[in-house]
């Protein structure tokens, strides 16, 4: 009994080291990051709805007309751009992403566990999607050169 009441007592402090060391997002400082912070989350906004267009089939599209090579191309950039900023966290662009997504919670409410574990990948996960905009990116601007040249 008394090794399963030190096992509690260890848990327990494990529990509340745990809630120590997650700090809430700080928001940003200063004008840089407001503005990198607005342009991350807007970025993201925008890339989802290219990566929709792109899905739905944007550059399956056949046609001659170079105002859409030109379309595709500047996307693709719009989408590079983007995963860059993700993929490689310039400037902490992915925790100013994820406190514009958060800033509306309440601070200090429990959270339910599948909560806890989807804002713990939240950061490497707008890391890998950051890897794959930049690939999408890449994919549409060189499908859509030869159509210029």
């Not at 928001?27 to 503005?35: E, N, T």
């Not at 200090?108 to 794959?132: D, N």
């Amino acid at each position: 009994m008394a090794s399963f009441l030190k096992l509690a007592r260890l848990a327990n402090q494990a529990v509340a080291a745990q809630k120590a060391l997650e700090r809430p997002l700080a928001p940003p400082v200063g004008r840089f990051q407001r503005s990198l912070a607005f342009a991350a989350h807007r970025g993201f906004a925008v890339s989802l709805v290219i990566s929709a267009g792109l899905a739905l089939g944007l550059l399956a599209a056949s046609s001659d007309a170079a105002w859409l090579a030109w379309l595709r191309i500047a996307l693709g950039l719009v989408l590079i751009a983007e995963g860059l900023l993700l993929a490689t966290d310039w400037r902490g662009a992915r925790r100013l992403t994820l406190w514009r997504m958060r800033r509306g919670e309440t601070v200090g409410v429990r959270l339910p566990l599948t909560q806890r574990v989807v804002r713990s990948l939240a950061s490497p996960g707008l890391q890998l999607l950051g890897i794959v905009w930049l690939g999408a990116g890449i994919l549409a601007a060189t499908l859509a050169l030869p159509q210029l040249v």
